[in-house]
């Protein structure tokens, strides 16, 4: 059913049993959503390519396309990719020939358009699940629900380098640590919520386009609901 989909399109979560009979609705981007569409590409020839060159044509087309709308390559970026593909019956109608780019995933949500957003990191007023994990696996959650941490401090950094460790930890002092004040009601080393930051690993500072400190506020436990705002 891609073919009523189109670039800048997006869609709720997607089953996994999904068959070419069903009809995908675009929703508002603007709306809770969990994917959206960033690449549509006609497929040719006369019989419906293998799965291992669909996969191929993917990677050739999807991924080059990922970083023209995202503006950072998929490797360094949150969203996640994946694509579409007519299966055999699909295939018998040629207006369904083609294979739809997709950003995203079935379990996290979204609220705005991924276009030329290359941030790596959360934002401020976004929540995550646990921080124990490799950066591209974070899961950004509704702040509504159960989570972890909450994105309440950010500073983007400037220059062709990263900071070194004494820059680094004046920029924790003058940002995570007085914010932490100013948004939860109390200081750092006397509430039972921790802070956390992210930043670009040195090796990386090139590579990513999101050179920002940025600061959360949470507990590794979890079962957090609603903004820790003013918690003290």
Do not use: M
């Not at 399109?9 to 969990?34: K, Q, R």
């Not at 207006?95 to 290359?118: F, K, M, N, P, Y």
């Amino acid at each position: 059913p891609a073919h009523q989909l189109a670039v800048g399109d997006c869609t709720g979560p997607l089953a996994s049993t999904l068959t070419t009979v069903e009809p995908i609705e675009p929703v508002p981007c603007d709306d809770e959503h969990s994917f959206e569409v960033f690449e549509v590409v006609a497929l040719t020839g006369e019989s419906l390519p293998s799965p291992d060159t669909l996969r191929v044509i993917a990677n050739n087309r999807c991924l080059p396309a990922f970083e023209a709308y995202v503006g950072v390559a998929a490797g360094y970026s949150r969203y996640n990719s994946l694509f579409l593909a007519p299966d055999q019956a699909a295939w018998e109608n040629p207006a369904l020939r083609q294979l739809t780019c997709l950003l995203g995933s079935s379990e996290q949500t979204l609220t705005a358009s991924a276009r030329d957003d290359a941030a790596l990191f959360p934002s401020v007023g976004e929540c995550t699940g646990p921080q124990d994990v490799p950066v591209l696996s974070l899961e950004v959650v509704n702040c509504s629900k159960k989570h972890h941490y909450e994105v309440y401090a950010e500073k983007k950094l400037d220059g062709d380098q990263a900071p070194d460790e004494k820059e680094l930890a004046k920029l924790i002092s003058s940002v995570c640590t007085a914010e932490f004040k100013k948004f939860v009601g109390k200081d750092a080393a006397g509430s039972k919520y921790e802070y956390t930051y992210f930043i670009p690993h040195a090796d990386l500072w090139s590579k990513v386009k999101d050179r920002r400190l940025v600061c959360s506020v949470g507990s590794p436990a979890g079962g957090i609901e609603g903004s820790l705002k003013d918690a003290k």
